[in-house]
């Protein structure tokens, strides 16, 4: 069953635009063995690698947009269309609960130091827990466990500077991480 979802990404007034006429840029996805051995680009945000927004929340990106630094801000709405079944969920009990069987197996401790010691979640990028997920997903497909995963969901805490809860772990939305932007309806981009 296919399910919908309206997301908006927070950037910087350039960039929206860029989106807005061009659609997004493709999706920078390593391979784990790249991930693994720390010899990527750029380093995974806190759901891993993909095209970040919040679900339903247009001030949230907004506010998010403020920590690129420039005086304009951008947000581009958009909407998804997917099927559950690629959806990693991580609010999803049954998700979480085969998420946190794999990583407290014991065969997993050398991946996960080895991740450990050239990730981390100091700052408000969680690259460890990225890689991490990274490392998840790379294992259940090659266990064919799973297909594929199209984008992951998970209820989050964003840093906003200037927040009262700007450090805290309080969940204050929703964020959806886009792996395909074959999900993306093209002719719903539009700038917020």
């Not at 998700?95 to 990730?119: A, G, I």
């Not at 995963?149 to 964003?158: F, G, K, P, Y």
Request: aromatic fraction near 10%.
């Amino acid at each position: 069953m296919m399910k919908m979802k309206d997301l908006y990404h927070g950037t910087t007034k350039h960039n929206a635009d860029h989106i807005r006429q061009n659609g997004f840029d493709a999706i920078y996805l390593p391979n784990f063995g790249t991930i693994n051995i720390g010899k990527v680009k750029r380093k995974p945000g806190s759901l891993g690698y993909g095209l970040y927004s919040f679900v339903g929340d247009s001030r949230l990106a907004l506010r998010f947009a403020q920590n690129f630094g420039s005086d304009v801000k951008g947000v581009v709405h958009f909407k998804v269309s997917f099927s559950g079944d690629y959806l990693l969920d991580l609010n999803d009990p049954e998700d979480v609960m085969y998420f946190n069987e794999w990583v407290n197996d014991d065969r997993r401790s050398k991946t996960l130091k080895r991740l450990k010691d050239k990730y981390s979640n100091r700052g408000n990028q969680k690259s460890l827990d990225g890689a991490i997920i990274e490392a998840y997903i790379w294992d259940m497909k090659k266990k064919r466990l799973l297909d594929k995963v199209d984008a992951i969901s998970m209820t989050t805490h964003t840093h906003v500077k200037g927040e009262i809860l700007d450090m805290s772990a309080i969940p204050n939305g929703t964020e959806f991480c886009v792996r395909n932007l074959d999900m993306v309806n093209e002719g719903s981009i539009e700038a917020v």
